[in-house]
């Protein structure tokens, strides 16, 4: 027998079904109209607001200084005003219907301590009807979500040739430059700063704080050991001590990949023991290759590689390495990247 079945408070659907509906439909569009309330917290008062949506983004645009820092713009709160015009009103003039949102700034004199308050204008921001669209000059439109990749550090492994794997790591920021790590066999260690030029990734550490070839090396937990002036044993590894010759000329640097020619020099010389660092081949591969002493000359390499044609200055190369990582305006891992960098 057919029966009249409430779907919400102000309709109803003739049924000709025996059994009811096991699962209660879920709301089709929650997830669109709990979007938008987080993004305004409209519910809030503009004094109490959480850092999330519109008031994140405005935190983190304020404050704004002035060159010599003593003016500053500080971000107070925002605030939403009523529509102009009703919904329907707005299809029926091929109107956007939005709503006016202002903003009250704080200009601090930070030599005189004075402060003055004033709210400004925005700009007008659509409305999201109860059907979870918008209405844009007239036309009922939808915001259609998209899946991507979230912040945060991911590992894949390919076969390129059987019996040899390449390994590669991506760290994805909230904002700021993608860095992806490279390794495959009989190569050095790599990394690629927003696909540009490939650089060894030790140049990278040194600047985040190893500073030298042994701070790298500490960080992998290398250790010096005495080995066997044999070829089987030492060739390929790094030296952990320099070598002269009677007329005190280097004939193994210290912190250099042993090669054949040193091996042979050794030999002639009668020595039978060298210290060499325990270090996996790869990474004493990528050692060879830094030229870097120290995080100074990193940072200049690295400026060298990425800025070819401007000059390769200490003080440039400082600049823009903090601007490329050390800058959370531009560089920030954000919650979810680093909750993941964190596992």
């Given amino acids: 027998m057919a029966e009249f079945v409430p779907v919400s408070s102000k309709r109803q659907r003739l ?22 309330n987080w993004f305004y917290q409209e519910s809030r008062e503009a004094d109490m607001r959480t850092r999330q949506g519109l008031q994140e983004l405005l935190q983190e645009v304020f404050p704004i200084e002035s060159y ?8 107070v709160r925002y605030i939403l005003d009523d529509p102009s015009t009703e919904e329907e009103e707005a299809r029926q003039r091929d109107l956007t219907w939005s709503r006016p949102v ?22 007008d921001f659509p409305i999201m009807t109860g059907r979870g669209t918008f209405v844009i ?13 979230s912040a945060g550090i991911y590992f894949t492994k390919d076969e390129m040739i059987p019996g040899q794997e390449a390994y590669s790591a991506k760290i994805i920021p909230e904002r700021g430059a993608w860095l992806e790590f490279a390794l495959s066999h009989g190569e050095p260690i790599t ?22 070839n042994e701070g790298v090396l500490e960080l992998f937990n290398a250790r010096t050991v005495e080995k066997d002036v044999s070829e089987d044993d ?7 001590e320099s070598v002269l010759d009677p007329d005190g000329g280097v004939i193994l640097p210290r912190n250099r990949l042993i090669t054949k020619d040193h091996l042979e020099a050794l030999w002639d010389m009668g020595r039978t023991k060298v210290r060499v660092w325990d270090a996996d081949p790869a990474l004493a591969l990528t050692l060879e290759r830094d030229n870097a002493a120290n995080a100074d000359d990193a940072m200049v390499e690295l400026f060298r590689k990425l800025r070819p044609n401007e000059p390769a200055r200490i003080e440039n190369a400082r600049e823009y390495v903090h601007t490329l990582f050390f800058d959370p305006r531009r560089y920030n891992l954000g919650r979810v990247g680093r909750y993941k960098m964190n596992r």
């Fill in 68 to 75: 010599d820092g003593s003016f500053a713009l500080e971000f």
């Fill in 102 to 123: 202002r903003a009250t700034i704080r200009l601090v004199n930070r030599k005189t301590r004075e402060l003055k308050e004033e709210e400004i204008f925005l700009g």
């Fill in 234 to 240: 030492v060739r390929g590894l790094l030296s952990a």
């Fill in 137 to 149: 000059n007239g036309t009922e439109r939808v915001v259609v979500n998209q899946l991507a990749r």
């Fill in 191 to 212: 990394v690629n700063i927003d696909n540009r030029k490939k650089i060894p990734a030790t140049l990278l550490l040194k600047i985040f704080g190893a500073g030298s």
């Fill in 15 to 36: 049924t000709f079904g025996r059994a009811r509906d096991l699962v209660e439909i879920p709301d089709m569009i929650e997830v669109q109209r709990d979007s938008y």
